[in-house]
């Protein structure tokens, strides 16, 4: 079983933007409702797809240099990564069935 983990303006370029494969990253808040709202949502996912995929969660308010280089500008922000590369975002608190869906659409997608 594993759990979300956390990365850092610092980290992020060597945690997200050099793995290889699929990358999920929560971009969240302690203040945001709908942040706290999905966080089992997120822990469930990194679960669901351990070794799959790279699911990790970003302190918005934290590492705002990340946040605004991907231009987040609401949150909870979901980014998806493909080697390294941003490939998608959904924002808002969804339910695990449309993450999933869109998680397995980038599995299965040819790489570019």
Known sequence: MSAATAVTDATF?????????????????NWCAPC???????????????????????????????????????IPTVLFFRDGALVDQMVGAQPVAAFTSRIERHLTAPAS
């Open 36 to 74: 706290r709202a999905l966080a089992p949502t997120i822990e469930a996912l990194a679960t669901q797809f351990d070794g799959r995929v790279l699911v990790s969660k970003l302190d918005f308010d934290a590492n705002p240099g990340t946040a605004e280089r991907f231009g987040v500008r609401s």
């Open 13 to 29: 370029p060597s945690t997200i933007e050099q793995h290889e494969g699929l990358a999920l990253v929560d971009v969240w808040a």
